[in-house]
């Protein structure tokens, strides 16, 4: 596996993780435990830290144009997995907030 084939894939796990914890919160949020909602996006959130500065490193070596990054399928795949965790994490945070004022009788 070559060096750009391994950042890759640490952005598709690191997304990957990310999505997953996202959802476990979300989880949480069926069985109105918010604060342990809270605590697993913020474990999102530092998994797709992890595959953001992957990315931002894969963004300043094409920009400095030492060396381009071939993109392919993978880095698409890649791509599509980063955004779609944010996403997630992203809505799953709303959910949270929505589901939590409306248990306290707010709006």
């Known amino acids: 596996m070559t060096e750009l084939e391994q950042q890759i894939v640490t952005i598709i796990s690191a ?3 990310s999505k997953a914890k996202a959802f476990e919160a979300l989880r949480k949020v069926k ?7 809270r605590a697993l996006l913020a474990e999102s959130r530092q998994a797709d830290l992890e595959a953001h500065k992957v990315q931002t490193a894969l963004i ?3 920009m400095s ?3 381009r990054p ?3 399928l993978l880095m698409v795949h890649a791509q599509d997995h980063y955004m779609t965790s ?3 994490r992203d809505l799953v945070e709303e959910f949270i907030d929505i589901f939590e004022a409306k248990e306290k009788g707010g709006e």
């Open 31 to 37: 069985e109105s435990d918010y604060d342990g909602a």
């Open 65 to 67: 144009g030492a060396e």
């Open 15 to 17: 997304a990957g993780a």
């Open 60 to 62: 300043t070596a094409e």
């Open 86 to 88: 944010q996403l997630a």
């Open 70 to 72: 071939e993109i392919g």
